[in-house]
C-alpha cells in the first residue's frame, strides 16, 4: 500500500484532549478503510504564518500512514467537512523517516546546521 504523511490543524480554542480526540477519530476512519496509522505525534498549539477563519494559532497533528488511496480521500473529505478541522495536508512518501518529525526533535540534534551568528565555509 502507499505511504502518506498527513497534518492536521485544529481551532486554537479546542482542548489538548479534543485536539487528541481528533487524531483518534481519523486515525479510526482509516483503519475502518482498510489502512493503517504508523505514527502519529501531537506537536501542540502553534502560531500560524496568516490567519485561517480568523485564527491566529491553531492544534497541529501528524499522521504517518499505510493506507489505500480511497481511505485517504476518504478521511480527507471527512476532514474537510468537520467544524474543528482548519486545514489538512496529505502527502505521498516513497518511505517513511525512522523516529519523529522534525518538528518533535530537539534543536541539538537536528544535525548540520551551524549555530547562529556562525558562517558555513564556502567551497
Given at each position: 500500500?502507499?505511504l502518506?504523511?498527513?497534518?492536521?490543524?485544529a481551532?486554537?480554542?479546542?482542548?489538548?484532549?479534543q485536539?487528541?480526540?481528533?487524531?483518534?477519530?481519523?486515525?479510526?476512519?482509516l483503519a475502518d478503510?482498510?489502512?493503517?496509522?504508523?505514527?502519529?505525534e501531537?506537536w501542540?498549539?502553534?502560531?500560524?504564518?496568516?490567519?485561517?477563519?480568523k485564527?491566529?494559532?491553531?492544534?497541529y497533528?501528524?499522521?504517518?500512514?499505510?493506507?489505500?488511496s480511497?481511505?485517504?480521500?476518504?478521511?480527507?473529505?471527512?476532514?474537510?467537512?468537520?467544524d474543528?478541522v482548519?486545514?489538512v495536508?496529505?502527502?505521498?512518501?516513497?518511505?517513511?523517516?525512522?523516529?519523529?518529525?522534525?518538528?518533535?526533535?530537539?534543536?541539538?540534534?537536528?544535525?548540520?546546521?551551524?549555530e547562529?551568528?556562525?558562517?558555513?565555509?564556502?567551497?
Amino acid at each position: 500500500m502507499p505511504l502518506y504523511e498527513h497534518v492536521l490543524i485544529a481551532r486554537q480554542d479546542l482542548s489538548n484532549a479534543q485536539a487528541e480526540g481528533l487524531i483518534e477519530h481519523f486515525s479510526t476512519v482509516l483503519a475502518d478503510n482498510g489502512g493503517k496509522v504508523v505514527m502519529s505525534e501531537y506537536w501542540g498549539v502553534k502560531t500560524m504564518a496568516y490567519k485561517i477563519n480568523k485564527n491566529r494559532k491553531g492544534h497541529y497533528a501528524f499522521l504517518r500512514t499505510d493506507a489505500p488511496s480511497a481511505a485517504v480521500q476518504e478521511m480527507e473529505r471527512l476532514a474537510r467537512l468537520h467544524d474543528d478541522v482548519m486545514r489538512v495536508m496529505s502527502i505521498r512518501v516513497d518511505a517513511h523517516d525512522e523516529g519523529p518529525s522534525v518538528q518533535m526533535q530537539k534543536r541539538d540534534d537536528r544535525g548540520d546546521r551551524p549555530e547562529r551568528g556562525e558562517r558555513r565555509e564556502r567551497r
